[in-house]
């Protein structure tokens, strides 16, 4: 039962810092307490932790004009962030993790704005008919968190100039372009601040608790420090190089799950996705090079898998039977 609630807000516009800090107060959260952290990037791309970033992004673009690429830890596909955008988290203990009630907290935090939103599909928030925020979830075995993002005044130009959106996902939405799929909350209320959300934000997650919202108490900046150098490797970030050998394949499909792509050559050959439910994506992937080289029939569906979950993987077994001989 949440006993205490708290609330961040981050003055640094680092990507790297921002996630880090997220990673902190997750480890740090103590039984009876939620969270929410509010915090903001410039001039950053954000991809999910199993997408690949040279498929999802112009590199060239992003290095030339000196954007900030960053990796995390949550499935999803890849966003723009400006300081136009608000970023939220909501954390929570496991057992008091209820993500009806954060997206409660979000609608009714916009309606209080003037923004009639409503929940789409797998993880968006949108008006109109248009997405303006994208939602993603981690849960380990104590803590789960729910974050996302809230597009208020973010430069369209740069968000289609630096994401590379697949043609399959485009084609699901029934749109011609990122760009034409998305909008701006200023565009639907001119009259909306950062400012204003935020407080809206914290006036209804105080409510919703019933508790008062308290100042968090300080964290461990040595740990942050580490995080914040572990989230900014090369390593964590690009991953691996795609193999442009002429035996490389890329096999890319559309599940209501989510996207999939398989490329690269022999040992070399990975699975990428940008789906939400990041057990069974990394599962698959530790799985890929088994089904190449160990033993002739499907991946495996393990027992201990929700139908949901059993599902993804038979999409993915019907997928491989694509790969060439």
Not at 200 to 227: I, M, V
């Amino acid at each position: 039962m949440v006993q205490k609630l708290y609330y961040y807000e981050s003055k640094s516009l680092s990507p790297y810092y921002n996630l880090a800090l997220e990673d902190i107060l997750r480890s740090q959260l103590l039984p009876g307490e939620a969270v929410l952290y509010l915090w903001r990037n410039d001039h950053t791309v954000v991809i999910g932790k199993h997408q690949s970033a040279y498929h999802e992004c112009d590199l060239e673009a992003i290095r030339a004009e000196g954007v900030s690429l960053a990796r995390r830890k949550t499935g999803g596909g890849a966003v723009f962030h400006d300081a136009g955008n608000l970023n939220f988290t909501f954390l929570n203990r496991r057992k008091d993790y209820d993500l009806n009630r954060n997206f409660e907290i979000l609608l009714e935090a916009l309606k209080a704005v003037g923004v009639p939103a409503v929940l789409s599909g797998r993880n968006d928030l949108t008006v109109e008919g248009l997405k303006f925020s994208g939602n993603a979830f981690f849960k380990s075995a104590q803590v789960a968190y729910h974050h996302g993002t809230l597009m208020v005044e973010v430069s369209m130009e740069k968000l289609a100039r630096y994401l590379r959106v697949s043609p399959l996902k485009l084609r699901s939405k029934s749109v011609a372009s990122v760009r034409s799929r998305v909008v701006n909350l200023c565009q639907i209320c001119p009259a909306l601040t950062l400012g204003a959300l935020t407080q809206s934000l914290q006036k209804t997650f105080a409510a919703s608790y019933g508790l008062p919202l308290l100042p968090g108490p300080a964290w461990d900046e040595n740990l942050r420090a580490e995080a914040e150098k572990s989230l900014a490797s090369p390593a964590w970030i690009l991953g691996e190089k795609p193999n442009a050998s002429s035996s490389s394949v890329n096999i890319e499909e559309r599940f209501d799950w989510g996207c999939v792509l398989i490329s690269g050559a022999g040992p070399e050959m990975s699975l990428y996705s940008d789906a939400l439910d990041t057990e069974v994506v990394e599962y698959l992937r530790s799985s890929l090079l088994h089904f190449l080289h160990s033993f002739p029939g499907p991946i495996p569906v393990p027992d201990s898998f929700t139908s949901s979950q059993k599902k993804m993987v038979e999409d993915i077994n019907e997928l491989l039977k694509k790969l060439p001989e």
